[in-house]
């Protein structure tokens, strides 16, 4: 056991003491906590069940709470974190804030350990309250993001642009052309077209959307159409150019003006490798959402040397 928590244990104890000596009449029994999935019981850890033992909490000891069990969720100790909050969850002393504090904290255990359902439960709970809401909305997108739930994270994605004034168009017209690229898969062109469509009207300037909208082109046989769109993509950002020049010659052929190709080939650069621009993230295709710093858009192609 690290020498450090064992100096924090004293102050920690002497804080409980000191609250234990207080009479409170408040009761508060959080329902989630019943359904976790960690039992602080079943899994012993002296230094934590000090803490969790204590008599009751002042405003020092659930500072010290949270501390440590932010401090356990960085180290990659999460069942020793989600104890510790769930310990503290457990107190039916805490006032309003101190609750909202503890249960945000144990949402982000949650997230962290892939346990996305208690997550979503705690934080659901503390935005319909309208507590630590754009904490709360901020980690509900990151969820819904991570489990492909797009039509939620667009509505969460909504929500946090009325609160907060950040703008995420771009955000939005991505999840739109996920949820495009779902009905595309299963052969649905007019589910997709009306997604790559709302795309578009949330964010004119989508080069994922404006490739969509040519490929739904493309499969709804109007080459033309889509041969416009391509060369409007290759005018725009010659850095997609790859995504799109095999889809351009193929319009080209079978709308049968293959010569008119030979151009754009010509101007189109060479690509093997593709970075992310934020993280140095590489990858050997273009994913629109970077799987490190899980930023959108900032994923780019590099010229062949």
Not at 35 to 42: G, L, Q, T, V
């Amino acid at each position: 056991m690290e020498v450090w928590f064992f100096l924090l244990l004293p102050v920690a104890a002497y804080s409980g003491w000191l609250v234990g000596r207080r009479s409170s009449n408040k009761t508060f029994k959080p329902k989630f906590f019943f359904r976790a999935d960690f039992d602080i019981s079943k899994q012993p850890d002296p230094a934590i069940d000090t803490l969790v033992r204590m008599p009751e909490v002042d405003e020092d000891s659930v500072d010290t709470h949270l501390t440590l069990g932010n401090v356990f969720r960085k180290r990659g100790e999460l069942e020793r974190a989600i104890r510790l909050h769930q310990g503290l969850l457990s107190r039916n002393t805490l006032s309003s804030q101190q609750k909202s504090l503890a249960q945000l904290e144990l949402a982000r255990d949650y997230l962290a350990a892939g346990v996305l359902d208690r997550a979503e439960a705690l934080l659901l709970e503390l935005v319909a309250h309208k507590i630590q809401l754009e904490e709360s909305l901020q980690h509900l997108l990151e969820l819904y993001q991570q489990g492909s739930e797009w039509l939620s994270a667009i509505k969460v994605a909504e929500q946090m642009q009325e609160l907060t004034g950040y703008d995420l168009r771009a955000e939005i017209a991505h999840f739109y052309c996920e949820l495009a690229e779902e009905a595309i898969d299963i052969k649905d062109l007019p589910i997709a077209k009306k997604n790559v469509g709302r795309a578009l009207r949330v964010c004119r300037q989508s080069v994922r959307a404006l490739i969509l909208r040519a490929k739904l082109e493309k499969l709804s046989g109007n080459f033309n159409k889509a041969i416009k769109i391509y060369k409007h993509i290759a005018s725009k950002d010659i850095d997609y150019f790859s995504l799109i020049i095999n889809d351009l010659i193929d319009c080209y052929k079978l709308a049968d003006v293959t010569t008119r190709a030979f151009d754009f080939v010509q101007d189109g650069a060479s690509y093997t490798r593709y970075r992310c621009d934020q993280c140095g993230f590489t990858a050997s295709k273009l994913q629109w959402h970077c799987p490190s710093c899980r930023n959108w858009d900032v994923i780019k192609p590099i010229p062949a040397s």
